[in-house]
């Protein structure tokens, strides 16, 4: 197998879609051996900041001198990006050995798993080999029926903000998307919590009171905004004064405040982490593709957001690092996407639409993405390729201006490529 054969392979049609479900997750690591019951893990879950907040709670346990792994999803610009150990991406090698082992046990089940299910094995099985000290796991998607879920007691569970997204498997209240989240939540474990409206977190409260599980809420009283710029964020949280935080917006202060949170549960159990590595970890953090400057000069923006929510925080993020900037929005989306809804709210902020088209089957084609921005009262033009999109953005940018690329993630390695072919 080439790395291209592996991934071309865990990429297959031959594995299903998304099933909820840990029954073949749970056959395929039996077969495996279980390698996660060896790992030690931080189990995140929550409609958002999911990786973000896995992003600083390794950054801090790596800091604390751990062989820390780190499980995420989606990826933004390369597949290896989802599995790494210590800031590192898993290797080619590694990939091509640890799925090589895995194939012919996936293929020998009577019900095969699904891709994620595949990815989560290869994970796992990654980790064991590298004996990682601990591994920073971020749930796909839900919580009790993500593959994720297969682990024993983690050493802390985590819920990040929560919204109304994946109503068709989760549930249609935020309620309900909360109890499907709190499935993480094990006998006897340690949890910690964003904190939401009093409805969620009275669910919280009452799956801990079942299990026995002693439950944080991040102090979000006690966040205090010092400064902030687009070099990064100076905050203190409760006791903690002056952290610096490079990833912008209010948002991950909220997120900043919940790892706090973790760190503080994890010295309390045992885990040997110190002020200055909490402090260090905080500073060197990196989270590629939320409001992610790429380029400052031209200044030149990527936000991965996609739901809802995340179009509310890129609308702060503009109204408080952007002010009096010209916008220009490069952008695509998928067409199964409730795009109307999405790009309403941007649009007083932004001079011009740049659209171009995701590269991916679901993808919404420039020219209907433009004609129906045209409709709603926007300017907008539509590109034949994402090259000509960052090239036609950073014209009408200007010296002053900013591209700001948001809609999919399916967009973002290619402008990314693309941006580098041009500067």
């Keep these: 197998m080439t790395p291209e054969q592996a991934i071309e392979y865990i990429h297959s049609k031959f594995w299903k879609g998304s099933v909820p479900g840990l029954e073949r997750i749970s056959v395929l690591l039996e077969k495996m051996g279980n390698p996660q019951n060896d790992l030690k893990f931080v189990h995140i879950a929550g409609t958002n900041g999911k990786g973000s907040t896995a992003a600083m709670t390794a ?7 751990y062989r820390t792994g780190l499980y995420t999803s989606p990826y933004i610009y390369r597949f290896h990006e989802r599995i790494q150990i ?20 996936a293929e020998s089940m009577a019900e095969t798993p699904t891709e994620f299910e595949l990815v989560c094995a290869i994970a796992f099985e990654y980790y064991k080999r590298k004996n990682c000290d601990i591994v920073v796991l971020e749930v796909g998607m839900g919580g009790e029926f993500d593959a994720t879920n297969v682990i024993k007691t983690p050493e802390v569970a985590v819920i990040t903000n929560i919204g109304l997204d994946h109503t068709d498997y989760l549930g249609s209240t935020l309620e309900e998307i909360a109890r499907t989240k709190a499935g993480i939540f094990k006998e006897n474990g340690h949890a910690v919590i964003y904190r939401g409206a009093p409805s969620v977190e009275q669910v919280f409260e009452q799956v801990c009171a079942e299990k026995n599980i002693s439950l944080k809420k ?11 710029d687009l070099f990064g964020q100076e905050f203190d949280c409760g006791a903690r004064k002056n952290l610096h935080l490079p990833l912008l917006g209010d948002h991950q202060l909220h997120n900043a405040a919940v790892v706090l949170s973790v ?7 045992g885990w040997n982490i110190t002020e200055e590595n909490i402090y260090d970890g905080m500073r060197d953090v990196s989270w590629p593709g939320r409001f992610d400057i790429v380029s ?9 957001g996609h739901n809802p929510q995340c179009v509310e925080a890129l609308i702060k993020n503009i109204e408080d690092y952007l002010q009096g900037r010209k916008v ?14 999405m790009y309403q709210p941007v649009m007083p902020l932004v001079e011009q639409f740049v659209c171009i088209t995701p590269d991916n089957p679901r993808k919404l084609e420039a020219e209907e993405l433009a004609a129906h ?6 300017k907008a033009v539509a590109c034949k390729s994402t090259r000509a999109g960052v090239i036609k953005a950073m014209e009408l940018s200007g010296q002053d201006g900013v591209v700001l690329c948001f809609g999919s993630l399916y967009s973002i390695g290619a402008i990314h490529e693309a941006l580098k072919e041009v500067l």
Excluded: C
């Excluded at 991040?218 to 902030?228: C, K, N, P, Y």
């Excluded at 760190?263 to 159990?269: N, P, Q, S, V, Y």
């Excluded at 400052?296 to 991965?304: E, Y």
């Design 263 to 269: 760190a503080d549960t994890l010295k309390e159990i």
């Design 86 to 105: 210590d800031g590192q991406q898993i290797s080619d090698e590694d990939l091509v050995a640890v799925t090589e082992y895995v194939k012919p046990l």
């Design 373 to 378: 921005l045209q409709k709603a009262g926007a």
């Design 59 to 65: 950054s801090i346990l790596r800091k604390a001198g």
């Design 328 to 341: 220009i929005a490069l952008t695509g989306v998928l067409a199964d996407k409730d795009y109307g809804d």
């Design 218 to 228: 991040a102090d979000f009283d006690g966040l205090v905004l010092r400064s902030h």
């Design 296 to 304: 400052r000069d031209p200044l030149f923006i990527i936000d991965g």
